[in-house]
């Protein structure tokens, strides 16, 4: 069947056609494909987002299985970059995907994301993040932030000039490696929850458009149903 | 001392430790916010974000009559 120019109907009017052109010109890199980055991605590619970079060193494993959108039991022990690329050309053949089979670490980040508009954390580790905040913040591109722990999460979105991480996590020298995840597992549900909160706000960014998490920490618990967006400065 | 009331709501993992009547719980007038994580015994390490009636705040915070106080611990996962 010929998709044409039907693909991104059901996108309008929310979205207008000028901002659906932009998106086909915007880059996002996204680091870690694991519970959020693979919906993130997804959803991102879906809307229309016409340049991602899909960054993981890891492959899947069957613990994976629970929450990662793009781990089938079929790709078991196959790099996480690689699915994600292969799932991303099959849902949208427009998007231009790089994807990078490779840890980020000091060294290699900033060159991973420097031609980026915008970059999404969904790492999970917080040592990670801030090296991720750092490289993001050299680059002079926004980050949009997510991290879960069973069915509570988290989201914020950090400019450059932004205090950032040391705001919600402290200071960097004091670092647990992890929070308390290693406790409580991830749930799909919750990790879906908040990659979709995550592509929201990366939208919004990429288009300066609605009220943006800056300076703003979402927490949700879905035990309880809470939402609440609190003031970090 | 007197006696003031707040809201009191603990979150993912601290939620074990929230009192009976956190919805109105009294404590003595004049208590900070790490007073009061000591008198409920958590876990030291357990509290990394403070907020109180929707803006984070540091332990020394000491506490006013009607706040919301919230207690989060720290949520790293991907």
């Known amino acids: ?233 | 001392m007197a006696k003031i009331h707040i809201t009191l709501k603990l979150f993912a993992t601290l939620a074990p430790y929230l009192p009976e009547n956190a919805d109105h719980f009294q404590i003595t007038d004049g208590t900070t916010v790490q007073a009061l994580i000591t008198d409920l015994q958590l876990p030291s390490d357990a509290v990394k974000l403070i907020f109180v009636n929707g803006r984070k705040q540091e332990t020394t915070y000491v506490l006013k009559p009607g706040d919301r106080l919230g207690l989060f611990p720290p949520v790293g996962g991907g």
């Open chain 1, 1 to 233: 069947m010929s998709i044409g120019t039907e693909r991104y109907d059901r996108n309008f009017d929310t979205l207008t056609r000028p901002q659906q052109a932009q998106l086909a010109s915007s880059r996002v890199a996204v680091l870690g494909l694991g519970g959020l980055g693979g919906g993130v991605s997804e959803m991102l590619a879906r809307t229309g987002v016409g340049h991602l970079t899909l960054i993981d060193g890891d492959v899947f494993e069957p613990s994976n299985l629970n929450r990662q959108l793009f781990c089938t039991e079929e790709v078991l022990g196959i790099s996480k970059a690689l699915a994600a690329e292969k799932r991303i050309r099959a849902v949208n053949s427009q998007v231009q995907v790089t994807s990078i089979d490779q840890y980020a670490d000091g060294d290699n980040l900033y060159g991973m994301i420097k031609h980026a508009d915008l970059v999404v954390d969904c790492l999970d580790s917080i040592p990670a993040r801030f090296m991720l905040e750092h490289a993001a913040k050299k680059a002079q591109i926004p980050l949009v932030a997510g991290a879960i722990a069973g069915v509570t999460g988290q989201v914020t979105v950090i400019f450059p000039e932004d205090k950032g991480y040391e705001l919600i996590y402290g200071k960097k020298e004091h670092l647990p490696a992890k929070g308390i995840e290693s406790r409580t597992g991830n749930i799909s549900y919750c990790a879906l929850m908040v990659a979709a909160l995550q592509a929201s706000e990366c939208i919004k960014v990429l288009l300066d458009r609605g009220d943006i998490l800056r300076n703003k920490l979402l927490i949700m618990e879905l035990w309880s149903n809470s939402f609440e967006v609190m003031d970090l400065v």
